[in-house]
């Protein structure tokens, strides 16, 4: 055992219980997200933008300190980086750029 194990207090593992409401189960469809940030958080709009129109609708804004951000942005690699394992490496067609912090 090491000096730095030693001195830590050991701890209490809690068992999260989370619910979740029958409307929220299905889950929201996007194929665009806008990110905007300040200094003590970033909010992030999921969109539906229909094919052929300039029309779209938020289904969900989600709102995160910049150290939950991270740690999701981490969270996400890791499991994107699991499924390329499994499914293969997903390829990002070259398009046209879409306008800062606006991703489709």
């Not at 150290?67 to 890791?78: P, S």
């Amino acid at each position: 055992m090491s000096e730095d194990s030693k001195d830590k207090p050991k701890q209490k593992q809690i068992k999260l219980q989370i619910k979740m409401r029958d409307e929220m189960a299905s889950g929201r469809y996007a194929n665009m997200t806008i990110v905007h940030h300040n200094d003590s958080e970033f909010i992030m709009d999921f969109l539906f933008v229909q094919p052929q129109t300039p029309r779209g609708e938020v289904t969900s804004r989600v709102v995160m300190s910049p150290l939950n951000l991270k740690r999701t942005i981490r969270l996400l690699q890791e499991r994107l980086s699991h499924y390329e394992e499994r499914f293969g490496e997903i390829e990002i067609p070259s398009t046209p750029v879409p306008p800062e912090g606006m991703y489709h």
